[in-house]
DNA sequence: ATCAAATTAGGGTAAATACCCTATGTGATT
DNA sequence: AATCACATAGGGTATTTACCCTAATTTGAT
């Protein structure tokens, strides 16, 4: 039987170091080049043939989400498992729309790893039991804001991780030399793309969106 | 040569098994029971002899922390590795006076995971090189503030939460069935206690000590 | 039984935010 | 030339937060 290609993308070498090494003492899996962010990711996919990609959402430079919606575009063979370390309550319905074949949360056991990579290599679908409840309360009980498609500028993306930082509206227009009801209208704007109506809102986004180190 | 005994404790139940798989690989070091939080770890540190504890910060029902904490005071020639998946600048001063013998981030690799643990076991200290640079760069720009040794009751870190999920204190008021002006006490009260002075910082708090899910 | 901590709650005020609105300049695209 | 997205900024207002303060009641521990 033909082994599986697998390519790891994540930048926590130690997690790259710890599942390459699960994964090499399994039988019919084969553990390609490791990539440290999303970018690499598809410069990888642009040379190798990979059946299953295993990508965790939260990197630097290019994050999981941007790199699954390309790498469905331009590779719609290759199969997608996120590995996610937080638990993204609301991101987890715009993956499946985006056409993601698996997603696993932290809690996550070998044998269950490699169950769903060879589901997904066979062309079918892996989604933990703990996803699964989570996407049917989310349905239920929130509000459910998904937030598809939204693209932030890099001024708000810029203002939005000074406002993570605690920064006031007024300290924020010092810093960037502009008015502070310029960085309201920001603020505003922010809230308006994301559906959330307080700064608690932003910083979540910021958080799942890995704007914050 | 006697063997190293480490214990693992993550809740990540997929790194316990991916550095399971490193450390069982490597001469000299032998893996004992992993432990999925600070709790768990406590108990299985009053049965067995350890010499290394390998231990992630981010950790339900009893967090690095506090777990490093007792872990000093009841056993302590019992070293401590502290492997962070964040980088958490304010936090590394606070557990090194704690006595923490060493500070990996989530970067790491194999290499540096065997040696840091075989430099603590030897009497060293062993803390990453971003670690040490991080630690400057706090300690000449930031106001660091520490907050050592900080309690919070339950029912702070109950409007804790509620606060980070983004609801105002007149709403966290229903909820609880309390008036609005005492959420505002005990959102003063969490703001001294965790020297901040807005909500971003309570939520980076919150983060940081895996309030949040 | 007593004491300390936790939880409750309010008075008062200044600052900040949230949320409407309009409007201008700039640079890229068509 | 016209359009569009972006960044800029202000008017106005209601709500919320931040930060002082005091104080009563409940709860748990010694």
Redesign the pocket.
Known sequence: MKEIRVLLVDDHQIIIDGIGALLNSTDGIKLLNAASNGKEALEILKILSVDVVLMDIDMPIMNGLDAAKQMKRNHPDTKIIMLSMHSEQSMIRELIQMGVDGYLLKNTTKEELVNAIKKVNGGGQYFSAEVTLRLMETQAERAQHQVEGV??????I??LKL?ADG???????VK??????????????L??KLE???????INYAIRHGFLT
């Open positions: 693209e932030l500028t890099n001024r708000e810029e203002i406002i920064y006031t509206n007024k300290e924020i227009g960037l030399f502009i008015s502070h009801r310029t960085v309201d209208s920001h603020r505003t704007n809230m308006k959330v109506n307080n700064v608690a809102g932003l």
